[in-house]
């Protein structure tokens, strides 16, 4: 399959050293944190599969409301202002992602994403410290709204001043009535991406950045009798940016294997996805050494 990472040079993490003329990227790492577990079924949707439906009777989405990526896949109409991305061939989406032996607990699934670490091991370091040299930036706090923070984020990288961003969309843990309550949260960050996207392409810096998300884990496939859903294991992830190459990647969330606590199957790890911008490094004539062991077909080979 072909990489969403084809034709990504120069480091998404390191700025470059003040003085030295020959760099001729900016890049910068643009992190989205979506706090407390999202529900990656009614984000990423598998429309067509019986199963879908049969374990959400309230919460599934019907086909003329969701969509269309493919015959089989629709995104939630929330994510709508993601479309132009999507057909730009600027966003890509990884399905299945997550860790071995997912622990359910918010702080330690957190604290495995945070160091990149087994779920049976235990790190102090940030696998960003280890990564970069950079500082990392973290914009706004729950008081903020999420398209606040993208905004300002659309600043810093314009000033080329920063090279790793910090985004948390928070209140995505819902345990009860999630069907409103996810559709805003939703509409809220892909609000702020497209915000994002349109101010950098004003800018002249689409092409120079990287967005991914990241979150705690998914959420159950079964709906709760509160009308939300548990905490999960494997769900989708997406990156945008102007040397993305978008698309479906990874396997479409097999309903009928479940694991033990009714999550979703994790068919990559998370860590896979890391190399493709983590491994990469500025060099003095802008050249890159890119990564070539990306286990979700998401980078250049």
Do not use: K
């Amino acid at each position: 399959m072909a990489g969403a990472f084809a034709g990504f040079t120069g480091s998404a993490l390191a700025m470059p050293r003040p003085g030295v003329s020959s760099f001729s990227f900016f890049q910068a790492l643009v992190i989205v944190d979506l706090d407390g577990g999202n529900d990656g079924l009614n984000t990423v949707i598998p429309i067509t599969d019986p199963l879908y439906r049969a374990l959400r009777p309230t919460l599934a989405l019907t086909r003329d409301r969701a969509l269309t990526l493919d015959e089989r896949t629709a995104l939630h109409p929330s994510l709508r202002p993601l479309m132009s991305a999507w057909h730009a061939n600027e966003l890509a989406i990884v399905q299945g992602v997550g860790y071995a032996a997912p622990n359910r607990s918010h702080f330690r699934s957190r604290q495995i994403w945070d160091t990149a670490s087994d779920a049976d091991e235990y790190r102090s370091d940030d696998w960003l410290a280890r990564a970069s040299a950079s500082r990392l930036h973290a914009l706004g706090d729950a008081s903020m709204p999420f398209v606040a923070s993208c905004e300002a984020a659309a600043r810093l990288i314009a000033m080329r001043r920063v090279a790793v961003m910090w985004l948390t969309l928070h209140g995505l843990d819902t345990h009860e009535s999630q069907a409103r309550r996810h559709a805003s949260l939703l509409a809220w960050f892909a609000e702020g991406l497209a915000l994002l996207h349109a101010r950098l392409i004003a800018s002249g810096d689409w092409s120079r950045i990287l967005v991914m998300t990241r979150s705690d884990f998914g959420r159950s496939a079964r709906e709760n009798a509160a009308g939300g859903r548990e905490h999960g294991s494997g769900a989708p992830h997406f990156l945008m940016g102007g040397n993305v190459r978008g698309g479906l990647f990874g396997a479409a969330p097999r309903l009928d294997e479940l694991d033990e606590a009714g999550g979703l199957p994790v068919g990559i790890d998370f860590r896979s996805m890391r190399p493709c911008w983590a491994q990469t490094r500025w060099t003095p004539d802008g050249a890159s050494n890119r990564c070539r062991s990306c286990a979700s077909s998401a980078c250049a080979t």
